[in-house]
């Protein structure tokens, strides 16, 4: 056992390792959004330096406003394209790098290559090749083959068209690396007698690999809903919430009320509402992955 001189540096030692995790969370998690929450309690004003207790009026606000419920329908429609197009083609994706072929570690790296590229670097250059007219490098092609395509960032509905399928394109990486580790991690022995007792490719996935990969796919599930109500650069730079507010989605509408209109304090009460919504995501998450994944016999 050690004893009590020898303990003391020992725990010195593991405070010291922890401390900056530590003073970081603290200053830049936990005091900003206990800062947020109080906020959203007040009538706080950037531009005039004004801060006045209102109490849940900015919560009631929520429900009178049409630019909110707009920015909500559109954070819905943004996540109800993301979501499937990425946990889809990530899954596709997966399954055919997780093969052992000739240039499958090339193939994984182009494939992840855009998450560790700029968004910013990927937004410009999405917004140059998304151009409308026929100086777009995407409209011109379609001019060759004699389809007149649409102004895609200036039009409303292929404006949010194409901010997903940017935002897919960007994330896909991530989502497939996971897969492939999960794809790998599969216990060999159940697939080999799933082929043995003459399992195809189709049956073969739907019976035996997608069950296994399931609490796999539950966490890729809940993380890109969560990813996909918290954008904000891919909106910012491509489209900055138009046309008409057809891709205006919460956290831009949280910018936009604290940075633009200035109303600090209605903006954290939209951010609560956020908050909260992606709280409940994550509770859900873990409820179904235990019991997806513990289970009697």
């Known amino acids: 056992m050690l004893t009590k001189n020898r303990r003391c540096p020992q725990a010195l030692a593991g405070w010291c390792f922890i401390a900056p995790q530590m003073i970081g969370f603290i200053f830049f998690v936990l005091i900003p959004l206990i800062t947020v929450f109080t906020y959203a309690f007040e009538e706080k004003n950037l531009l005039f330096g004004t801060s006045v207790f209102t109490g849940i009026n900015n919560f009631k606000q929520l429900k009178n406003d049409v630019l909110f419920q707009k920015a909500f329908f559109n954070t819905l429609v943004f996540s109800a394209g993301v979501v499937p197009l990425n ?34 670097a990927w937004s410009i250059v999405w917004k140059y090749l998304l151009q409308g007219g026929t100086a777009g490098p995407i409209n011109y092609f379609l001019s060759l083959a004699g389809i007149n395509g649409p102004n895609w960032l200036m039009t ?9 399928v940017t ?44 069950p296994l990969l399931i609490p796999t796919v539950l966490m890729v599930t809940i993380v890109t809903i969560i990813g996909s109500m918290r954008v904000f650069d891919s909106i910012k730079l491509l489209t900055d919430g138009g046309p008409e507010g057809s891709t205006m989605v919460m956290v831009y509408y949280i910018y936009h009320q604290a940075f633009k209109m200035f109303a600090t304090g209605f903006a954290s009460a939209i951010a609560v ?25």
């Open 87 to 120: 946990l889809i083609l990530s899954l596709w994706v997966a399954l055919f790098c997780a093969q052992k072929a000739a240039g499958i570690n090339l193939i994984r790296s182009i494939i992840f290559l855009p998450v560790i590229t700029s968004a910013v």
């Open 156 to 164: 409303p509905g292929w404006a949010m068209f194409s901010v997903i």
């Open 167 to 210: 935002r897919v394109l960007k994330n896909l990486g991530m989502n497939v690396l996971i897969f492939i580790g999960a794809i790998q991690n599969m216990p060999i022995d159940v697939i080999e007698a799933a082929k043995i007792d003459g399992a195809q490719s189709f049956s073969l996935f739907w019976k035996i690999k997608l």
């Open 273 to 297: 509402v956020l908050f909260f919504i992606g709280l409940l995501l994550t509770v859900l998450q873990w409820s179904l992955r235990k019991r997806i994944s513990y289970y009697e016999a």
